[in-house]
């Protein structure tokens, strides 16, 4: 698997061949630098949504980002919380890892959730290909899986998504996530939710949306 890492946090991912094996949506347009993967902080308490990284949902203090090969790290403090966010890919194995670290600065108990979102494509473009992917769960491990059986490259694989917490919510429903008009300058709308409804459906707009306490 390959990911390309910008320092907005935007994120492409792909597996053998970054034009014609897409796992997630991407656009070519470097001044748009809008992304099918996306990850999102929720404070439970007062329902603000944030970013860890400063493309999506950038609050006014500072990030920091810092480049390796095969290693991105997004560091940020903000609403009494030290953050941080590495990205690595395996050498070896077709799997790409976000590691995430919240230290509470606060004198109290934080009630929060992270929300990772990723427009599943397995194929060359998400219009061409969004009818054709069926996703599953895994029961034993809760993960989120999608196959495309009619890929011309890769049709005999899946694509997943799993986290090392239980799922506090999820759904593979792209319209639930983003509704009819969403915008990246706002946050999805399933985030306003209390959560999320734990459907795995095909859709119109297909994704994997994983939530966790």
């Known amino acids: 698997v390959g990911t390309l890492v910008r320092e907005s946090g935007s994120m492409a991912t792909w597996w053998r061949n970054s034009c014609e094996v897409r796992r997630a949506r991407w656009s070519d347009d470097a001044v748009l630098d809008r992304a099918g993967e ?8 007062t329902g603000e949504v944030w970013s860890l ?6 609050v006014e203090s500072p990030y920091r980002v810092t480049h390796g090969i095969g290693d991105s790290l ?28 919240l230290n509470n600065r606060w004198p109290r108990v934080r009630r929060l959730t992270i929300t990772y979102i990723a427009e599943w494509v397995l194929g060359n473009k998400q219009d061409s290909s969004s009818h054709l992917l069926t996703p599953e769960r895994d029961s034993d491990t809760g993960a989120l899986l999608v196959r495309n059986c009619f890929a011309r490259n890769g049709g005999e ?3 997943f998504m799993a986290a090392s917490l239980p799922a506090h919510g999820f759904t593979t429903d792209g319209m639930e996530v ?9 946050p999805p709308v399933g985030l306003a939710a ?14 994997a949306a994983y939530q966790v306490h």
């Not at 990284?53 to 950038?58: I, R, S």
């Not at 209390?194 to 994704?207: E, F, K, N, T, Y």
């Open 74 to 101: 997004f560091e940020h403090n903000s609403h009494g919380l030290e953050q941080q966010l590495r990205i690595v890919v395996d050498p070896e194995e077709s799997l790409k890892t976000l590691f995430i670290s």
């Open 53 to 58: 990284t400063p493309g999506l949902q950038a």
């Open 38 to 45: 996306a990850l999102y902080v929720r404070d439970e308490e």
């Open 194 to 207: 209390v959560g999320l409804s734990d459907r795995v459906i095909p859709s119109a707009r297909p994704c």
């Open 178 to 186: 983003f509704g009819e008009h969403w915008s990246p300058d706002s």
């Open 157 to 159: 694989t899946r694509a």
